[in-house]
């Protein structure tokens, strides 16, 4: 291995999106990014003395790199 490449950091594996579950817009552009909702958090943000659940989306690295028809 050369030492440049043993100094340059890996890539990530996956893009990640943390929203709350009543957030539409934000939901939206994920999905319009490609991501893939994971799952959701319940009550898992707490805002204001009140507990939202939480939507988790994600995409792949090679799935980000691949071009969209």
């Known amino acids: 291995m050369s030492s440049s ?5 890996a890539r990530p594996a996956t ?3 943390h ?3 009543d957030n539409h ?4 552009v994920a999905e319009r990014l490609g991501m893939t909702l994971e799952g ?3 009550q898992a943000w707490p805002y204001g003395g009140t507990r939202y659940d939480k939507q988790v989306w ?4 090679p799935e980000w ?3 969209k028809p």
């Open 58 to 61: 994600a995409v792949l690295a």
């Open 5 to 9: 490449a043993a100094r340059r950091p």
């Open 19 to 21: 929203c709350r579950a």
């Open 25 to 28: 817009r934000s939901a939206a």
């Open 65 to 67: 790199a691949s071009p």
């Open 15 to 17: 893009a990640k999106c």
């Open 40 to 42: 959701v958090r319940r």
